[in-house]
């Protein structure tokens, strides 16, 4: 019985609703319908013969200011909405509409409707969009000290963002620190240091650490952020190594002891192959790339579990600086499988190697006559596959956008990726005679194997709408994020230009032919209410004149 009650309820609920949705303009023509018969009472024809009258007296000036002003408000709402959308993407009027005025309206939102009847599948897509939305450490990050802060230096801007400076610290406090650190003063002062904001105070808390004893992570510190110059960087680097060295292999002994000795081991691990990695990236800055290569490498061998550190892919760059590309194909053999995330640097390295088989021989004209081979191809497809993963890198590799420092974390497939790649792995494109022709020639025919991104991909999952809001909080203000695909401009911007157009014209037509425009106005308001004259005179001719006397009295 509760539950009839309970579905009769909604039904009546749902009717009234249907009602209130769909028969709104039965309910207007009855409002108009009684305004009619209530003409006489509300002395609805002498107000508006008072009102025309009082717009025949109006001077062609008036309608002048009018249109005027109306282009001025609506000039001055298409900046401000133009500002917006450039700055967040989305138009502010449509935006306060959905979010304020929807819910005020009786709108429903269809995600909650939609979660209730979403399958599995759906979950399962839902939860590779926010995976693929996760922003990741950028392994090829640059050196604050000697590289970001020399640019700030040289320019006056900032290259990173507090967002991304904020991950940074994140990062930092849970690699380098632990609950034990309380009981060392030195990493007890060093785990306060990593939450200041201020980077003078750090380096006063890392200089204050040295002081009790040999501190790894306070050479860490100093060498990110103090040293001027790589040489430094790398000179500190040495010094923490010694020192993390020997933390680790203490904790490694008493690693079994406890889970307090468990989790201090883990991050002495943690120090000692952020350590080796900066030492090989300071090796590969110096030119030093044979030395860079063998670091990475035992790094890899002697931590294989460790792959949080992406550290394969410093060692692709640091192959193709070298130019073994068998060796960068080993190294995508094992890590360009299916089971494993992607990343631009492997999409786009393994599109480079194909290219690099068939591109010195390429010519647009010649395979268009007679085909293209089978190695041209699998390069074409490999390109296709690359440009898919990231659509914003062949902008930066082909120089049709300027590129700024990479940042310290990067969203993949996105466009903070894209500059993290193009920054490192230009100059190999463009040792590869004839690949940045080929990816010319061949880079934009993938958008027309995925129609709808945002819907459904070809060889990866729809490409997820997230990348651009945190694109502009990883990158500076000044560069301009790149965004895929390309939204269209929102309605209210195109109604509001075309607003601003129209009044501004009415205006100068005014100013210059006011007599011809008070003709015009005249006629176009006569043929405007020419159907609603025509309906009012049917209707007194259709109801009786005792009726409607009757009803006009009450």
């Not at 004893?213 to 923490?240: D, G, M, P, S, V």
């Not at 192959?273 to 030395?291: F, P």
Request: hydrophobic residues 40%.
């Amino acid at each position: 019985m509760a539950e009839a009650g309970t579905g009769f309820l909604e039904q009546l609920k749902s009717c009234i609703v249907w009602s209130w949705t769909y028969l709104w303009t039965v309910w207007f023509f009855i409002v108009l319908f009684l305004v009619y018969i209530l003409r006489v009472p509300l002395k609805i024809n002498d107000n508006l013969s008072t009102v025309s009258m009082f717009l025949n007296t109006l001077t062609p000036k008036f309608y002048v200011a009018l249109t005027g002003t109306s282009s001025l408000i609506s000039g001055l709402i298409l900046i401000f909405e133009w500002w917006y959308f450039r700055k967040y993407g989305t138009s502010f009027i449509e935006q306060v509409s959905v979010s304020h005025l929807r819910p005020l309206l009786g709108g429903v939102d269809n995600n909650s409707s939609n979660n209730s009847n979403s399958s599995n599948g759906d979950s399962d897509s839902t939860r590779q969009s926010v995976s693929e939305c996760k922003v990741w450490r950028n392994p090829l990050n640059l050196f604050r000290g000697a590289e970001y802060n020399r640019y700030t230096w040289v320019t006056g801007r900032e290259p990173l963002t507090y967002y991304d400076m904020n991950l940074s610290a994140q990062d930092h406090q849970t690699f380098f620190t632990c609950d034990s650190d309380h009981l060392r003063p030195a990493d007890a002062i060093m785990q306060k240091a990593w939450r200041e904001r201020n980077p003078q105070a750090r380096i006063s808390a890392a200089h204050e650490a040295l002081e009790i004893n040999e501190c790894a992570t306070a050479y860490i510190l100093l060498a990110e952020e103090e040293a001027t110059t790589i040489a430094e960087a790398e000179k500190l680097f040495k010094q923490a190594l010694k020192a993390g060295d020997g933390c680790y292999r203490r904790s490694q002994q008493l690693q079994h002891h406890g889970s307090q000795y468990e989790a201090q081991h883990r991050r002495d691990t943690n120090v000692l192959v952020y350590i080796k990695r900066r030492l090989a990236m300071c090796a590969r800055r110096l030119g030093r790339t044979r030395e860079a290569v063998k670091m990475m490498r035992d790094l890899m061998k002697e931590f294989p579990l460790l792959s949080m550190f992406n550290i394969h892919e410093n060692l692709l760059e640091a192959l193709l600086e070298l130019q073994a590309y068998a060796d960068v194909q080993a190294v995508l053999a094992k890590y360009d499988d299916i089971s494993l995330p992607k990343s631009a640097t492997i999409c786009y390295t393994a599109a480079l190697l194909k290219a690099r088989a068939v591109s010195d021989k390429f010519s647009p004209e010649a395979a268009s006559r007679r085909g293209l081979s089978t190695a041209e191809m699998n390069a074409v497809e490999a390109i296709h596959r690359a440009v898919e993963f990231n659509p914003h890198v062949p902008k930066y590799l082909l120089e049709m956008k300027s590129l700024i420092l990479p940042p310290e974390h990067i969203l993949k497939r996105g466009d903070s990726e894209a500059i993290a790649y193009a920054f490192f792995h230009l100059a190999h494109w463009k040792r590869v005679e004839g690949a940045l022709n080929l990816l010319h020639c061949t880079w934009e025919g993938t958008f027309r194997m995925i129609p709808y991104p945002l819907e459904k991909g070809h060889l990866f999952y729809p490409y997820p709408i997230c990348t651009e809001t945190a694109d502009r909080e990883l990158l500076p203000s000044f560069h301009e994020v790149s965004v895929y695909p390309k939204k269209e401009l929102p309605f209210f911007i195109l109604f509001t230009a075309g607003l601003c157009s129209f009044t501004a014209m009415l205006a100068l037509l005014t100013h210059q032919f006011p007599e011809l425009m008070g003709v015009f106005a005249k006629a176009f308001l006569s043929t405007l209410f020419a159907p609603l004259n025509f309906v009012m005179e049917k209707v007194e001719s259709i109801l009786p004149s005792s009726l409607w006397h009757q009803l006009t009295r009450i």
